[in-house]
């Protein structure tokens, strides 16, 4: 076979198109938006490149149009997710062995496809299934996703790169191999880019895995399977499972060949697994690699040299952007007393223009929750901050499911910095502000620290260098992407490497050297070349001689 040293492609950011109107892409994505209402799809599990329909159907529609049939998908079950694995296993040794530029080959081939004819799918499935903007899922399902997988391959080469000394008479070097067994990938709603990247980061690296979307963004998941199958991955390196939670963790993390877990999802979730992992160690035949992004309490904090419409933006922009479903979405903000009205005051006006309906609207802002559970969730907070002595509803509020789950942009302020929505996750709409006096603002950053117990984003706002070197080793351990005069969401693959440390997560930062590493295994080789003949060293001589 012939050898080579190869040089991937230099990874680039995708470019944001802009969706403006008159330009193609706008018109392109609208009519792939009417094309996709005007069918009913059925989405098949894909399993060992099989497609599975078990006649067990689910419905999907749009969050904003709960009326509307997007179409169904085939619900499996503990049987499924057993011949998930078997179909991964089986695969696992051709897939190992594959010339690692195959598999680089096979993840660029994907990103071109995903950024050229498949672009106007991707996004809108995603605008109909997540109820997400034009922009918003073009930043995210075309070109965070692409970033994924062009940086994820230039990584991949960086991490071979990485080769021991060798001392004279010798020759050192590292292997990095696949797990040994497969990687269970679980993945969320609110990032398709993410859904398509927990499991392919580790196929990359030559494992074989289980993919378990997110039910409720099913739709998506979908068409990233369809651009796998179209750039040439092999059948079995990747399956796609539509299984119950319980169903899917009874199976998979009960099996001596589970290797690791890629997970974005809430903490409880999260640490429900890693205890079952802990129960049954002695079932595997490794030491499981568990990583994982959960929850986000996710802060802007002022001083009162913050320039006052560059914090309403941040706040606005932060909170609100996806309707605030982003793990580092701004929940909660800290405002000095003293710039505070002239804050609300803009705050207001701005939110005050804001547009609220289906994303197939592109002059919409704002959409959809994701589902009832979590329109529920969140109306519930509103309702009780209007009943709560220590808190009101400062702007918006107003809630309604009868055509989709709409919640408006909700600001809610507090006299209480240890409020309950100061404190919780919420995942939602839900922007909470406590102003504070000027001259408590190191009392203030204390609070702000110990208040949760999420450590994902955080921003500061401010014009004064000393103030904001002082706030930024303060808040050190309070968020693992930290953010300064901008809003604490909008991580860039390969500029800014995601993830938060305390409950949020593992901290391994997706698209990132750090991630990739921990789907290799490194064997170390040492040849000497010209071997010893005598077993004793010159120290064992005695004097004299």
Known sequence: MPKGIYHVPVAKNEPVLSYAPGTKERVALKAKIAELRSVEVELPMVIGGNDIYTGNKVRMFPPHDIAHTLGYYHQGDATHVKMAIDAALAAKEKWAN????????????????????????????????????????????????????????QVMTQIYEIQPESAPGMWNYNEFRPLEGFVFALTPFNFTSIAGNLPAAPAMMGNVVVWKPSKTAVYSAGVIMEIFREAGLPDGVINLVFAGGPATADVVLTHPSFAGIHFTGSTGVFNSIWKTIGENIAKYKSYPRIVGETGGKDFIFADNTADPQTLTIAMLRGAFEYQGQKCSAASRAYVPASIWPNVRERFGKELATVKMGPPEDFTNFFNAVIDEASFDKLKGFIDRAREDKDAEVLFGGNCDKSVGYFIEPTVILTTNPKYITMEEELFGPVFTIYVYEDEKMDETLDILDTTSIYALTGAVLSQNRYNIAKITKRLENAAGNFYINDKPTGAVVGQQPFGGARASGTNDKAGSIFNLLRWTSIRTIKETFVSPKNYTYPNFQPDGE
């Not at 605008?127 to 399902?141: H, T, V, W």
């Open 98 to 153: 594959l010339p690692w530029q195959h598999r680089a080959s096979v993840f660029l081939k994907a990103a071109d496809l995903l950024t050229g004819p498949y672009r106007a799918k991707m996004n809108a499935a995603t605008m109909l299934g997540q109820s997400k903007n034009a922009f918003q899922a073009e930043i995210d399902a075309a070109c965070e996703l692409a970033d994924f997988y062009r940086f994820g391959v």
